[in-house]
């Protein structure tokens, strides 16, 4: 039996699907996690204990703990894991990304500065630290402009600012946000700094595929039908095959080929997010890394193989020029968090599924959990699942599902005292 160490932090939704891909491809996955060291399993998945932030010690643990079964492919879900599997890979000498090309990938500066140097379209950009002086900023710069944290993800801390009377609320908004205790935990000196680019307007991409040895072959181009203008860019709705003309894909694909060799990046998954606009194809990220949550069931191949399968079989150094995606419309909707609150439960599931073209709605939210929308949340609600003909109607699908749900969401009490 070959096996496939999946490196993943415990909060992620794609353990258990990957784990369930293994087992009908008959492979068995060993996971890494950030897990607590001091529980006997906590999470029941045997899961290696690892800290991300300290890659040399969890290496060593990952090395040491797999003597006696060495893996044969290495894969990350997750922009942290993703650092810490390149690392791994060097180590045990298997397929995957130069280590400083994924470290550049999750660093947004870093980024940037590659796509840059290769001549794609960037931004006007800088850096600040999160000590600066907010007004003194925003005297000298050109509005409408976005800031965003360096190493967060999912847009967590992202806001556009259209005018100087309003950047040193959001500058002091995302100061708040990076100085909270569990993105201090992360322990990334990243945090202490946030990066400021030009808006760039146009419609809004995601795009799924796979590096080969250097070579980016696409999956999926999945289009974002709301607008994301802002003031935050909370993400809802993902809908393939892309509506956009057989240019603009060509485009899309070419310039994420591009920014992918330009980070480094050689070998494994690639989700990549950009705008097109008059101008062309502006990068937002491309990270080494399958797409997150529950959104991989969205992606859907022929022969009903999964991401996932394709992923690991990839990962295990097998030929996957024979899987290719269903002609079938698909499409996901993330379901956004509508005010901070206390969740107690949701109705409307019932009618919801019943809807031509749903497939699966899941809520991921627990009850009495404290929900948190962007820009400090990190999560959703849930996740609505539909498939048709058409992607016109596949989005359609997903809005009326969503518009049957109602969601429970109590303000927060503070006690006196407390």
Not at 109 to 133: H, N, Q, W
Not at 202 to 229: C, Q, S, Y
Not at 352 to 372: C, F, M, S
Request: with cysteine; hydrophobic share 45%; aromatic share 6%.
């Amino acid at each position: 039996m070959k096996h496939v160490l999946l490196l993943a932090t415990t909060t992620g939704y794609q353990i258990r699907s990957f784990a369930d891909a293994a087992e009908k491809l008959g492979v068995r996955v060993i996971v890494a996690s950030d897990r607590c060291d001091h529980l006997e399993d906590p999470w029941s998945d045997r899961a290696i204990p690892v800290r991300f932030w300290d890659e040399a010690g969890s290496v060593a643990t990952v090395i040491a703990a797999c003597a006696d079964t060495r893996p044969d492919g290495v894969i990350a879900v997750g922009d942290r894991p993703a650092v810490l599997a390149a690392c791994v890979a060097e180590s045990l000498g298997l397929p995957g990304n130069p280590s400083p090309a994924v470290r550049a990938s999750r660093n947004k500066l870093a980024s940037r500065r590659a796509f840059k140097t290769a001549g794609l379209l960037t931004p006007a950009f800088f850096d600040v630290s999160i000590a600066d002086d907010p007004a003194a900023i925003a005297a000298t710069s050109t509005f409408p402009l976005v800031i965003k944290p360096l190493a967060l993800s999912g847009s967590r801390g992202v806001m556009r600012v259209d005018r100087a009377s309003d950047f040193v609320w959001a500058f002091d908004r995302l100061a708040r946000l990076l100085r909270s205790p569990d993105v201090l935990s992360e322990r990334d000196e990243a945090h202490g700094r946030a990066l400021i680019e030009s808006y760039i307007p146009g419609n809004e991409f995601a795009i799924e595929g796979v590096m080969t040895d250097g070579v980016f072959r696409v999956f999926v181009i999945f289009d974002k039908p709301d607008p994301l203008v802002g003031p935050f860019f909370e993400e809802t709705i993902y809908v393939t095959p892309s509506r956009a003309s057989q240019a603009v894909q060509r485009a899309i694909v070419d310039q994420v080929a591009l920014a992918a060799r330009a980070l480094g990046l050689r070998h494994g998954p690639i989700h990549a997010e950009c705008r097109v606009n008059t101008q062309g194809v502006y990068l937002l990220e491309v990270a080494p890394r399958p797409i997150g949550g529950l959104c991989a069931r969205a992606v859907r191949f022929g022969n009903g193989l999964s991401l996932e399968e394709v992923l690991l079989r990839h990962a295990l150094g097998e030929d996957i020029s024979g899987a290719t995606t269903s002609a079938e419309a698909s499409g996901v909707m993330m379901i956004p968090i509508p005010r901070r609150g206390v969740y107690r439960g949701v109705s409307g599931i019932n009618t919801a599924l019943a809807i031509d073209g749903v497939d699966d709605l899941r809520i991921t939210a627990k009850p009495d959990e404290v929900v948190l929308p962007l820009p400090e949340g990190r999560s959703y609600l849930g996740f609505i699942f539909a498939s048709g003909g058409d992607p016109a109607r596949v989005e359609q699908s997903l809005r009326d599902a969503h518009a049957t749900l109602a969601f429970d969401i109590e303000r927060e009490i503070e006690l006196a005292g407390r």
